[in-house]
């Protein structure tokens, strides 16, 4: 593998509704849960900082003034599109953001992806070195999603297979995109990992990096886990 193009747009889904969490107590919209004191957004924000993409777009539902109003007063330094819609699916949230990014690589993540910030900037790295014009996924053999999205990862770290019930990986909400943007189908998708799928099955170039520890937060457990696992201090979160 070589180096690719650097990274300098980025992309933050954060258009849930945090159902679940809310059932579970959260009065706050998703982007604005705290894991370790700090909301989800603040964590992704730390992420990108930290791997030099100031450029961002995010989409947020119109139910989620909260974080509107907070990413008011810390997007300083950020050249910041926030997108603020409430859309039919995760594809249709997805592909908004995408759009937004194309003509330059990318990466995506959601906003309810949690991961160390050094592993955040492994994956930009090691997602360089794929071909230009494929997507690259994160993966985790962390499994604490109620619903996970399984693959199976080949020996050139090309996904053979995505979906279904078993595989050796799961994927971790974050994506790289190639400069020319998605591939296109006639076909609509309900869910992003649905269009995901797809890719995979048409033969479309996705690989996959390979991270230590993800925690998908969508229930209030979930931010006990990550919590526990060392997310606590705004020191631990921005890797200094």
């Given at each position: ?13 954060a258009a849930g509704q945090g159902t679940r ?88 993540t959601t906003v309810d992806s949690i991961l ?111 919590e526990a696992a060392g997310f606590r201090r ?7």
């Amino acid at each position: 593998m070589t180096d690719g193009p650097e990274i300098l747009r980025g992309g933050i889904i954060a258009a849930g509704q945090g159902t679940r969490l809310k059932a579970d107590g959260h009065a706050a919209s998703k982007p604005m849960t705290l894991v370790g004191g700090r909301p989800l957004i603040a964590h992704a924000l730390d992420r990108f900082r930290a791997a030099g993409v100031r450029r961002l777009t995010i989409i947020i539902n119109e139910t989620s003034d909260d974080c509107r109003r907070w990413l008011d007063g810390h997007s300083a330094g950020l050249d910041l599109d926030l997108i603020v819609r409430t859309t039919s699916s995760s594809y249709a949230s997805f592909a908004l953001v995408a759009a937004r990014l194309a003509g330059a690589p990318a990466l995506i993540t959601t906003v309810d992806s949690i991961l160390p910030v050094a592993d955040f900037c492994r994956f930009v790295n090691a997602a360089a070195g794929f071909p230009d014009d494929a997507v690259v996924l994160g993966l985790t053999g962390l499994v604490d999603d109620d619903n996970p999205l399984w693959t199976t990862l080949g020996p050139d770290g090309r996904i053979a297979s995505l979906g279904g019930k078993s595989g050796s990986h799961v994927t971790a909400g974050l994506y790289r995109l190639p400069a020319g943007g998605l591939a296109k189908s006639a076909a609509g998708f309900a869910r992003l990992r649905d269009y995901l799928k797809w890719l995979v099955d048409e033969g479309q170039p996705v690989y996959g990096v390979l991270l230590p520890v993800v925690f998908d937060i969508d229930r209030a457990r979930d931010v006990a886990a990550a919590e526990a696992a060392g997310f606590r201090r705004e020191r631990e979160n921005v890797g200094e």
